[in-house]
């Protein structure tokens, strides 16, 4: 319960009207801060609805695999550039990025992630890898103007920030590979 | 004992850790963190000196030979204390922690250690020569467009290699240690060795691209650098360097005063929070120093307000945490009343009473820092002598004087010695006349800075402009810190060579405070270094890519080479 309250202060927080319009000001920290808050609100909220809603949760996300294409899905329409556009000019979209990301993202992610084997939570690991290190890799090359909201210099600074997160999975994947736990706990 | 360092297996090695234990310390071990001590506490006296000739020019009492400039020996003053001084003790003190905490150093992480030594050697060697050749009078912030001989920079990066084979040294000796202790949680100590080692190996990439960006330009085989990246580049290392010295010194707090006073550790999960915490907020601190430069928009300005408070709360729990261990420990003494326990605490040990007056000092001197940190405040201190005010209470005070508390048990530790009553006095006088002459010193130019005295400035009186002249009167006290903290510096200079080599032979035990009994077990999340190495490098993802794009991309025309002196 505690941990919905805070969710819900967060929550209230990011949708304030200037704190939304200045995060969404710049495109890197809407991508790659509100975005993922929102995501985190979905996580502090979790506990709180299985306890509410415990058979929805038993019944529709039995293994975790439901939750997590869920997930994917939902982080993969929030990085098309269209999208974000659309967030900003349309009201409709962005109360819908206010309503995906921390229930049909943040919410699937944490009660999807105790739930999953090794093999899903790697497939996980690697998906993000990879969707980041190709927006990443788009967002620098392209040599147009992909969001009529954002300039090129904000695109490219996004790309970056997004091929850094990708290297940070990466190393995260690379460490787990290469250290073996078992001997060290 | 010098077979404890070799491959056993866990149970044996712990029976044997036992008994290194008891017998004290490693000699091996002990040699290279004692050479790394003594380098410490030469760059101590000498970096004085330098600035006692700073502190006499700026109070105009004393002109400079011909031969000598200003700003060479501000730089000299600068590196030999930031540099050389805090990072050599750091990382001998560390070394001879991890050599008691886990059992000796491993034969290879020892030569290792040598070897680091060597290169920093050939690194101050460099540095060393072309400041006095009056080649390098950048300051020991180097910043471009002023350039050094290309000499300097080759040095620094010898520096850096060598600071490098530490922390893998460091890291290899706990990987090591955690193989033979599986599930067990590192000694507090240890734990903010690696922190330490962990800071200084990941804080250090933003200079080392700096400085391999500079070398080219230096060189002449690029004309013109972009003096905005190098500034903040450099900076993710300076302020990182800062957190270093304060996680060193907090250690010292944390681990070996209560063992001094009687008491216990007062949380051991705290204190790792409060090591993970330093961690991972840490480097994005740097756009602190960048308040005032242009080529940052305000938005990035502002949020890195937040950044750089952050910081504030580790230091805010580790108070906490200290005056609860003292007020805890008086009473079990049998203090009474509310401030009863103040009067029982050993305030004749200057083991006790060196990293009190640390501690002390830290509360102004954080709040100084808090100060300065917001845009608007800022503006009126920049770049004055309130500025060299607050970082010689942070540095010299925080610092300096918990790693003078430090070498009162560890030199004498390593060195298979004691510490005589007559030598604890002589320490508390040096204390004393430390703190004084700081006080004088520190205190005048937080004043004279408010009124407006520029700091890195040799005397002047603008032409007797009255402004200016009205700073001489706190220059002057200024110069009067500076004699008493000479005198402090001197003395610091015989007792650390005193208990290496000449004090009574005997054992000196190093202090490790237990844990409360009945206290919480530490959560083994705290064990997690990859999380939070990830952690970290993704909090400075997103403090620094957005501007660094914008100065990379929407950069100005580069800059030619200056020299100012
Ligand atoms: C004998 C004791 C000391 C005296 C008399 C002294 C004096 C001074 C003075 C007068 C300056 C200001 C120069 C200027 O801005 O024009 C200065 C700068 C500085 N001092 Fe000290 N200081 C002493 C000890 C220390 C210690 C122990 C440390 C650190 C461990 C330290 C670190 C620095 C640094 C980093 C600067 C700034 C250099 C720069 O601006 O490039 N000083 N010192
Ligand atoms: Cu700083």
């Keep these: 319960m505690k941990q919905a309250i805070y969710g819900l202060i967060l929550y209230v927080f990011l949708i304030l009207p200037p704190v939304a319009s200045l995060a969404e000001s710049v495109m890197t920290i809407h991508m790659h801060m509100q975005m993922p808050l929102l995501v985190v609100v979905g996580f502090l909220f979790t506990p709180f609805l299985k306890q ?101 210099l904000e695109q490219k600074t996004l790309g970056w920030s997004s091929l850094v997160t990708a290297l940070c999975f990466l190393a995260y994947l690379i460490l787990n590979v290469t250290i073996d736990k078992s001997k060290y706990e | 004992m010098a077979t404890i360092t070799k491959e056993t297996v866990p149970s044996q090695s712990t029976v044997k850790e036992k008994i290194h234990g008891m017998l004290g ?28 000739v700073q502190g006499l020019n700026r109070a105009g009492l004393f002109e400079l030979p011909s031969w000598l400039n200003y700003y060479q020996v501000l730089t000299g003053h600068g590196v030999l204390l930031v540099l050389v001084f805090s990072t050599t003790f750091t990382i001998g003190y560390f070394y001879a922690a991890f050599s008691h905490t886990l059992g000796g150093l491993l034969p290879k992480v020892r030569k290792m250690g040598w070897a680091g030594l060597g290169l920093m050697v050939i690194g101050v060697v460099f540095v060393a020569t072309t400041i006095i050749m009056g080649d390098a009078s950048v300051m020991y912030t180097f910043y471009p467009p002023m350039q050094a001989s290309p000499w300097f920079y080759v040095g620094l990066v010898f520096l850096v290699l060598g600071i490098w084979l530490y922390a893998f040294g460091a890291f290899i000796n706990v990987a090591h240690w955690r193989k033979n202790h599986r599930g067990e949680h590192l000694p507090l100590l240890a734990y903010f060795g690696v922190g330490v080692f962990v800071l200084l190996f990941i804080g250090s990439f ?59 550790v007062f949380n051991d999960s705290l204190a790792r929070l409060v090591v993970i915490l330093s961690v991972v907020l840490n480097i994005t601190g740097g756009f602190h120093h960048q308040i005032i430069d242009p080529g940052i928009n305000e938005g990035i300005k502002f949020m890195h307000v937040f950044m750089s408070l952050s910081i504030g709360f580790p230091s805010m729990m580790t108070a906490f945490a200290m005056f609860a261990t003292f007020e805890r420990t008086g009473r079990k003494k049998g203090a009474k009343g509310l401030l009863g326990w103040v009067k029982v605490l050993p305030w004749g040990d200057v083991r006790f009473l060196a990293p009190m007056i640390a501690m002390i000092s830290f509360i102004p001197a954080g709040a100084g820092g808090i100060a300065q940190t917001n845009n608007q405040l800022d503006q009126v201190v920049h770049n004055t002598m309130w500025i060299v005010g607050h970082f010689h209470l942070t540095l010299g005070v925080s610092v300096v004087v918990s790693f003078c508390g430090i070498v009162y048990w560890l030199v004498p530790h390593l060195s298979k010695r004691v510490l005589t009553p007559k030598m604890n006095k002589l320490g508390v006088i040096q204390t004393l006349i430390w703190t004084l002459g700081m006080i004088f010193m520190a205190g005048s130019m937080h004043i004279v800075g408010l009124a407006g005295s520029p700091r890195r400035t040799s005397y002047t009186t603008y032409g007797d402009n009255a402004t200016a002249l009205g700073w001489d009167p706190y220059l002057f006290f200024l110069a009067i810190g500076g004699t008493l903290l000479i005198i402090g510096c001197v003395l610091m200079f015989y007792i650390v060579f005193h ?17 409360e009994e009945g206290a919480h077990a530490t959560p083994y999340w705290t064990e997690r270094w990859t999380v939070w190495i990830i952690l970290m490098l993704a909090i400075v993802a997103m403090a620094y890519v957005i501007p660094l794009v914008d100065m990379i991309f929407n950069a100005p025309p580069g800059s030619p080479p200056f020299r100012t002196w």
């Excluded at chain 1, 992610?109 to 999953?116: G, N």
């Excluded at chain 2, 310390?25 to 006692?52: E, M, P, T, W």
């Excluded at chain 2, 208990?499 to 844990?515: D, H, N, S, V, W």
Aim: hydrophobic fraction near 55%; include cysteine; charge should be positive.
């Design chain 2, 25 to 52: 310390v490693n000699r091996q071990d002990a040699k290279l963190s004692l050479v790394l001590i003594s380098i410490a506490f030469i760059a101590f006296l000498l970096g004085g000196i330098l600035g006692l």
């Design chain 2, 206 to 264: 933003g200079v080392t691209a700096e400085v391999l960006y500079i070398i080219p330009w230096a060189f002449g085989w690029i004309d013109t650098i972009n003096v905005m990246l190098t500034r903040t580049l450099f900076w993710s290392f300076g302020h990182t360097l800062v957190n270093i010295w304060y996680l060193a010194a907090v250690s010292s707090w944390y681990v070996a005063i209560p063992k001094l006073i009687g008491g216990k």
């Design chain 1, 52 to 152: 509410t809603f415990p058979n929805f949760f038993v019944q529709w996300n039995a293994k975790g695999v439901p939750g997590i294409l869920l997930f994917m899905v939902i982080t993969v329409y929030w990085m098309l550039p269209r999208a974000m556009d659309e967030a900003l000019n349309i009201r409709a979209i962005e109360t819908f990025k206010f309503i995906s990301l921390p229930f049909f993202a943040g919410v699937p992610l944490r009660d999807s992630w105790s739930k999953m084997n090794r093999l899903w939570k790697s497939i996980t690991f690697i998906f993000l890898t990879l969707t980041y290190g190709m927006i990443g890799i788009l967002y620098i090359l392209t040599p147009i103007q992909l969001c009529n909201n954002y300039l090129m």
């Design chain 2, 499 to 515: 208990l290496m080599f000449k004090a009574p032979k005997g054992e000196t035990a190093f202090p490790i405070a237990e844990q």
